[in-house]
């Protein structure tokens, strides 16, 4: 992918630095861009017995590493507390099996039954936009990221988002009160914990993520970077 190719287009910062590190080869950084997209609740909100804002969210495909067990820890932590800030509130997973059908299981084992936790399977197009645009927070604990969509789609629609610290993530949002050491459960509870805690500081989040997606991952600016990137290559 660095040798062969004129040209090799890289989507993070990060891997630009893992192809001259380890291979040698200079890059072009050209990110992926997001289109915002909104949806008022609906059929999905309907269907789950959810309301807007009375839910946090994380999308993905059920696999160990993306980190889905580590937020139905966290969530059941805070549940066994009895945390005030979670009255009220429902943890949404949305995603599915990826030929993982037995770590499915667990998750759904490790709920217990719990009435606040909603397992919807896949969702896709405007089920996925109904789902992120009416949720309180977006949560992505993952544990290996190149470049997390979902979570540059929540922010372009002005969602607070909470983050596994892993260096993907940082580069999305070099914002680290927004970020828990990835793998530890606990400390996401305690920063669910925070955030929820702080309307002040979710707002303050949304206007920041919003302009943060609207400046660096702008699909007009994207394609016209890439566009001269074909031009000068031939």
Partial sequence: ACAFPHVTVVISRV???YCREVYGYETKYVTNGVTPAIAPPGEMLAAWTLEKEKYLIMMSRLIPHKGAHLLVKAWRQLRDERAPVIDGLKLVIAGGSHFTDEYVRELHEMAQHDPTIVFTDWVKGLQVVELVSNCKLFVHPSD????????????AIAKPVLLSDIVEHREVLPDPRFWFKHGDASDLASLLRTLLASPELLAEASAYNQARAAKEYNWKTIAAELETVYQRSY
């Avoid at 290996?144 to 922010?155: N, S, T």
């Fill in 15 to 17: 891997l630009q630095r």
């Fill in 144 to 155: 290996v990221e190149g470049l997390p969509i979902g979570v540059l789609e929540a922010m």
